[in-house]
């Protein structure tokens, strides 16, 4: 069977991985050169009368136009936007979006027409993410909107593990967010009649939908119902999404093919009553389905849905038979048209590969589990199958193996399933009585479900965090799939090769696979002392040779200042998963403000911590919120003074401060300062020390020499006297500090530093900062740069 666009779609998402990884430094002559290449191409394939050869030609044109198309479509994301990054401006623009409501906050895709700046209206064109918290006055697709706000262009990824929130804007066509409590009304913009039309049928759909859930179900479950039915998480509580991620029952609250085929086949079949061409009622189908997947904002899963529908209803008109890995392929195809950086979005790799997955392994499955009642077999292989591809992206994106989800999907799945159909049929509301019983059960039912869940993934290695290492484990667990599956053979012709040098080649290639992954895995690491960007704040995590994590502070700002951000849960986790650490050997709290402690409480709160280690009492509210959680959870709680040590292996921690029976005026003064030598490599951290502090341990004459220097204070002008710095001799500087940090760091600070000829590594310019140390040497690694 000849799979056209299977090797077109191979193609093109090689030419954007290219592209993608393509080093910036002399891309003007790669382009150059594959411009040149392909104009050779073409030329060759005109005059060369080869099919063989031609087909060859054509791929690898696909290939170098894609890698091309990629790389105008990233400059195309360029925009004027980052020349007003952090400016109060006054914007015009209309929705060309649903509104996203959650809670107290509306959200807007803006698409913009004009900037004011200097009372000159310029035109500027991208989308732009409004956020404000006025949930009264709700503006709807088209309307024309004048607000006012600061600019913010989203940031890259500054911490491993953690989100890169500005792909995943870019991958929705975002250039920039802002907030505004200035927003006004000033016209309509039509975008054509029917365009208009149709997306308020389907937004309308949608609020009908939610009105529905809202009155018969309490809000946790008629958001999950909406996200059930529309893939729509904005209102689903974080903590039970963290539970269903790892229940591995997350992708029931992705709208996809289970949707879309629902709601085709109840169409046709209701058409069927009717006495019309079944084409007639293929297309009304299909068009309730578009209005369907506009509502669900055509994420990437439905758009494919809605492809590969597509193509086996047109092929069913003509009486054509199709290939359902031809469709996936074709289905990608244009998806990745449509937007290249799409391929780096979750939803589009989970959609796929899951497909991917029931389309070449349910066979094998079905065939090993006939033994087992049809239900129970279709169940196990259906999980399965879509799973088996996902496991290495699950690793990537969580960091975890849950290896619960085999139960949780068997008994869940079909359950939420039932839910789906329930939720759908309600939106028809014939019968408001029967129609608030079905509700009312599907809520017992997703309530019961998640319980399950939750109390599944409380077992013993349930869910194990497993470190990210990186490509190679990825590629090798493709190759073992491979060689399982037979799919080298497959690839062979009939004939063409030796039985038994294959058999050799697969045994011999699956010990080598499974040895190299556990070697990977196994394979002792060097100490890891990583200084984390948490913005305004302080946190280092540091990682033994044996897989323990040592906690110094945790970063995290008010919550005023951050909405619903929460520094311990989107950074700290994120970071300890993708580490595979689920032990915490101790925390340690310089201080209790809220900038180096507050981060810590969801990191007490949900992971083992063996001890708790502060150095005075303090009468923040912070103080005794933090020892409420160390009581509740049975951690060892010890306060820490001058002169006092601890050991853990071979690394070994010196209290250099607080000053035993010393009444400090200042909190700051009183911060923790721990010397760490490991291996003779020694790590000073100061906390908030000031200026005062620093005099009181110079005047101890304690031994403050060290390889890097925690700079007190986020390098505020009260800190860093040239006396202390001279004492500590550093060959290295970290600065933990946030963009616009209240005048942090001080240029006094930095040139005092640059005048030691000490390097400065601020975690404001180069993300999370890492040291690793071996026996002989250390490596300095960040986000931003080596």
Do not use: W
Request: charged share 20%; glycine share 6%.
């Amino acid at each position: 069977m000849n799979r056209y666009f299977l090797n077109v779609t191979i193609a093109t998402i090689t030419g954007y991985l290219t592209a993608y990884f393509l080093p910036d430094a002399g891309r003007f002559f790669y382009y150059f050169a594959t411009i040149f290449i392909l104009i050779s191409l073409f030329l060759l394939f005109y005059y060369l009368n080869s099919r063989k050869y031609n087909q060859i030609i054509l791929i690898a044109a696909i290939f170098l136009l894609s890698l091309l198309y990629f790389h105008f479509y990233e400059l195309k994301m360029q925009n004027d936007f980052i020349n007003y990054n952090g400016q109060e401006l006054e914007l015009i623009g209309y929705i060309k979006d649903f509104p996203e409501i959650k809670n107290e906050e509306v959200i807007y895709s803006i698409n913009t027409l004009y900037i004011k700046k200097d009372n000159t209206y310029k035109r500027i064109k991208g989308i732009i993410r409004l956020k404000t918290v006025d949930n009264k006055n709700i503006f709807n697709y088209g309307d024309v909107l004048r607000f006012k706000g600061k600019i913010r262009i989203p940031k890259e990824r500054t911490n491993p593990g953690s989100v890169d929130y500005k792909a995943v804007m870019l991958q929705k066509g975002i250039f920039a967010t802002l907030f505004s409590r200035e927003i006004e009304k000033i016209g309509e913009y039509n975008e054509g009649l029917l365009r208009t039309y149709i997306y308020k049928v389907a937004y309308n759909l949608r609020e009908h939908y939610r009105k529905v859930l809202q009155n018969n179900l309490d809000l946790k479950f008629s958001s999950l119902m909406m996200s059930v039915i529309f893939g729509i998480k904005s209102n689903v509580d974080s903590e039970l999404l963290k539970e269903m991620g790892e229940g591995g029952i997350i992708h029931v609250l992705a709208a996809s093919g289970l949707n879309v085929g629902i709601i085709y086949t109840a169409f046709y079949s209701l058409l069927n009553f009717f006495k019309i061409k079944s084409s007639i009622k293929a297309c009304i189908s299909l068009f309730i389905v578009f209005i369907y997947a506009l509502a669900a904002n055509f994420s990437p899963p439905v758009f494919r849905a809605f492809i590969m529908l597509l193509i086996i209803v047109l092929g069913n008109i003509i009486n054509r038979k199709s290939d359902p890995l031809n469709n996936l392929s074709f289905a990608a195809f244009l998806v990745l048209i449509f937007n290249p950086l799409l391929l780096f979005s979750i939803s589009f790799q989970f959609s796929f590969l899951a497909t991917l997955g029931l389309i070449l392994f349910y066979g094998y499955f079905k065939r090993m589990f006939s033994f087992l009642p049809d239900f129970l077999n279709a169940t196990f292989s259906t999980t399965l199958s879509a799973q088996i591809l996902l496991i290495p992206f699950l690793i990537y994106y969580f960091h975890y193996l849950s290896l619960a989800s085999i139960f949780t999907n068997i008994i869940i799945v079909p359950i939420i399933s039932f839910c789906l159909i329930i939720g759908l049929i309600s939106g028809i509301n014939i019968f408001p009585i029967f129609n608030s019983f079905l509700l009312k059960l599907s809520g017992l039912l997703l309530k019961y479900s998640l319980m399950f869940n939750s109390i599944v993934i409380k077992f013993p290695y349930a869910v194990v965090p497993v470190e990210d290492k990186g490509l190679l484990p990825l590629i090798l667990y493709y190759l073992i799939i491979a060689m399982l599956f037979d799919f080298p053979k497959k690839m062979l012709s009939k004939g063409n090769y030796n039985v038994d040098y294959y058999r050799k080649f697969k045994i011999t290639t699956l010990i080598f696979s499974i040895i190299l992954i556990i070697f990977v895995y196994f394979q002792k690491g060097p100490l890891e002392v990583t200084f984390l960007d948490v913005g305004q704040g302080d946190s280092c995590i540091i990682k033994t040779e044996d897989n323990r994590a040592f906690i110094i502070d945790g970063g995290g700002t008010p919550r005023y200042l951050t909405g619903d951000f929460d520094t311990g849960e989107d950074i700290l986790d994120p970071f300890l998963k993708s580490k595979g650490l689920n032990n915490i050997e101790a925390v340690i709290i310089s201080h209790f403000d809220d900038d180096h402690a507050k981060g810590l409480l969801y990191i007490l709160k949900n992971y083992k911590v063996n001890y708790l280690l502060y150095g005075v009492k303090s009468s923040a509210m912070l103080y005794d919120e933090i020892m409420k959680i160390a009581l509740k959870k049975n951690i060892k709680v010890m306060s820490i003074a001058e002169g006092d040590e601890f050991k853990y292996r071979n690394i070994k921690f010196e209290v250099l401060n607080p000053l035993k029976k010393y009444d400090f005026k200042d909190e700051n003064d009183a911060s923790i300062v721990l010397k760490m030598d490991y291996k003779g490599f020694k790590i000073l951290f100061t906390g908030d020390l000031s200026v005062e502090g620093e005099k009181l341990l110079l005047q101890q004459k304690a031994d403050l020499k060290a390889n890097v220097l925690k700079v007190g204070h986020h390098g505020s002008k009260t800190s860093s006297s040239q006396e202390f710095v001279k004492a500590v001799s550093p060959q290295f500087a970290v600065i933990s500090v946030g963009e616009n940090n209240f005048g942090h760091p001080s240029e006094d600070v930095l040139n005092l530093l640059k005048k030691q000829k000490i390097s400065i590594l601020r975690t404001d310019e180069y993300g999370a900062i890492t040291f690793k140390i071996f026996d002989n040497r250390v490596h300095i690694g960040t986000m931003r740069d080596e």
